[in-house]
């Protein structure tokens, strides 16, 4: 007989169903056990009245059962799980695969367990269908922004991660021994993305992106996933920013429509957002800051980590709206390739996206002329042959262009109000650790 | 007002648009200039009856022409381009970015350069129509390898590349300095597959994988895409190959159905399948290769490749298909996970579905019991503590399981019939190249 998924089982009522699974729970009353059993789509009851081979039954063994289904009576109906109203009356039973012992209680709401503990056993904490609920979200988040983005006449790629040279920082980089070489690990596909605008005009991909941050902070890891987008033959600058706004549109509305119950699991509201998402040049929100709050930022050039939060709260007061486009950064502050604001040529035609006091996207115009970007990449300090391939592309004709670029991780810690950005990543990676953590080497 | 896309102008006749995109050739008749423009939906005619500016343009600049639609007489219809019925009559132009002088001629049917030369120019060559028809067809690859296997119920997993042990091969491996640690680049990204079968059951991944080969061969990079899967709860190792085939035909009807035009330019043909692909044992094909060669290599662990070749041939005549699984490779050959036959434990049940003399496709079943793992862990020379994450998942009970995995570039030019893998890759990665070539450094 073939197999039945657990969210299958609802309609079945008085038929015999095998199902496949994990002990989730168990919980004896007398001589009869019952079992929740879990696969991929949802938790079951299964009684087992007299099987012998039940006795041994423990959390995580791996079973296929045989069994009836039945309606359970009105008062046993358990309303927390989506098949609360049917039971598996056990005919037989058969063991796939024994667990060890558990480290800690699985078959509870929450795990009861310090971070570092859920790292050191990923493998079996990744069950738990609160974790679980988080990569739900995520795989929600990446195919609408590529369901949305093809809409749109992107078109996907593929860019390397291996790169012969160092774009946007110094020694926060991964070295590689590449053959007789030396060649580093990407901090982002930048570079590779603009020059494809070159051939497709509109592109998107998702790219590891690595930083050799020396630091272990809530919001860091050494390895995350980059949802990059980069187009061609613009307007303007606004345009990117309202392609950004259609974009996150879309996610909330897939988000709303599949992932209600993974975000009811973590009490999470999707951000509010007005009719147009506000606008604040850098020097506008540091004037708000200084008129709320007495802080003289104003000649800073950067945003703190507490005005972000500060413009936040101003945003969703004034505007009633939890996200905001803060533009214009300062030209020396921003990578080579930004795009000056021809009014202003001391600001850029960029923007950081913010929301609930921290950054999601980050984007703008890229400066599409070749002997401009030729000049700027020696006035950063690195030489143009090691951008050859880059500069190649505008050499030989680009288009007015601009994009932006969200984190897997970050947004789904933002909507799901993560605490920290590891609990987004299935096997996060930091200074301390990958997978297990790390021992220093003795000097 | 607005820009018209080139593929859209086919209804337009009569009517004024703006198109934006590249010159891609330009011919003078007298006085009259007429360019073909290019945009990402194809190829259109413009001309030039007497606007002053358009005498400077050049191939690869990126213009804005604002012109009437026009029918073109009968004996001038273009049967070459989607296009070819119609004209722009110029009205206006204006430049968008130059273009310097092209170091060959990119206005032909097929780009007259070496593959060294392709390469180092690979910003401006992507964009001839041949080469973004092989990203065309492989990202039809990859997203019909994603929608298939999400409606068989697949969950996307997104993966890390960056791990703390070798677990498939000795000295192919790249090494990274990770702070005060080493560690390296994933050489695939089974480990983490096998792991989220404990968490989804049935999981796929696009992920990077990296191998070390101090080589240079027609069929290999250092940095490729390969497409993973990974099922739980299999009923036996035939159900993996029965979810290739599924997934093969699903390609090739998407194949057929969005890329036809790109296949023609090619001349290239899907391969012929019979109704079931064929599945012969490792022994069966070298019996079968003796008896029609006479060359006995019945005693060797592995196929060379002109036995892959001989096999392709034999099964193409006998069976009509071009595709064939040959299965049950020694179990000294395979990984420790690899699944031995209980019938006949020195053959695994693994697979290779081999296509056009070469390999497509590998996978098999996994073992699936932690001590049997942990003991082949020190049988194949590792520490279990370095598997510890790995290891876990099958500590804490899974189910019969097993996967498969193609290389993106692989099939893509195997699909295409490219002379080379480096064709199938937008920016490929060698030992003597990064995007540019690598200078060796002096001793």
């Given at each position: ?7 299958k ?26 079992i ?34 039945k ?13 609360g109203?049917?039971e ?154 309202e392609?950004?706004?259609?974009l ?19 009490s999470?509201?999707?951000?509010s ?67 000056p ?47 050859a ?38 096997f ?12 220093r080497?003795?000097?």
């Open positions: 007989m073939q197999r039945t998924l657990i969210s089982t609802l309609n079945k009522v008085g038929q015999e169903v095998v199902i496949e699974g994990w002990v989730n729970t168990r919980r004896d009353h007398g001589k009869i056990i019952f929740d059993l879990r696969d991929r789509t949802g938790l079951l009851q299964v009684v087992f009245l007299s099987l012998e081979e039940a006795k041994n039954l423990r959390s995580e063994w791996v079973v296929e059962i045989t069994g009836l289904v309606e359970r009576p009105e008062k046993l109906v358990n309303p927390k799980i989506a098949t109203k049917i598996i009356e056990a005919k037989s039973l058969k063991i796939l695969a024994k667990a060890e012992e558990l480290p800690f209680d699985t078959g509870v709401e929450n795990l009861n367990v310090s971070l570092p503990v859920l790292l050191d056993f990923r493998s079996l904490s990744l069950r738990h269908p609160k974790n679980r609920a988080v990569f739900k979200v995520q795989e929600t988040v990446i195919s609408s922004f590529r369901e949305i983005l093809t809409k749109l006449g992107f078109t996907e790629i593929q860019v390397p991660t291996i790169v012969p040279n160092i774009t946007e920082g110094g020694s926060q980089v991964f070295k590689i021994k590449y053959f007789e070489n030396e060649a580093f690990l990407g901090q982002s596909p930048q570079l590779y993305k603009q020059i494809m605008v070159g051939v497709f005009e509109r592109v998107f991909t998702l790219a590891h992106a690595y930083r050799a941050e020396p630091s272990v902070t809530t919001r860091h890891m050494t390895e995350y996933l980059g949802l990059d987008a980069e187009m061609g033959f613009i307007r303007d600058f606004d345009e990117i920013m392609t950004v706004e259609i996150l549109r879309g996610i909330f509305k897939a988000m709303a429509e599949e992932c209600s119950e993974e975000l009811e699991m973590f999470a509201v999707l951000p957002l007005s009719d147009k998402i506000p606008r604040l040049k850098m020097r506008e929100a540091q004037q708000v800051i200084f008129e709320r709050t007495g802080r003289d930022n104003r000649n800073e050039p950067d945003l703190e980590p507490e005005d972000e939060r500060e413009i936040c709260r101003y945003v969703l007061e004034k505007f009633k709206s939890e996200l905001v486009f803060i533009t214009h950064y300062p030209t020396e502050k921003r990578p080579f390739y930004t795009y604001d021809p009014k202003d040529p001391d600001y850029t035609c960029s923007f950081d996206l913010l929301g609930r006091g921290l950054e999601w996207i980050t984007g703008g115009q890229r400066i599409n002329d070749y002997q401009t970007l030729v000049d700027n990449v020696r006035k950063w300090g690195n030489k143009p042959e090691d951008f391939i880059y500069l190649q592309a505008f050499k030989y004709g680009m288009p007015p262009e601009g994009g932006f670029c969200l984190g897997a991780e970050r947004i789904t810690m933002q909507i799901l109000g993560l605490e920290n950005i590891r609990q987004a990543s299935l996060p990676r930091d200074m301390e650790r990958i997978d297990i953590r790390l021992s080497p003795e000097k």
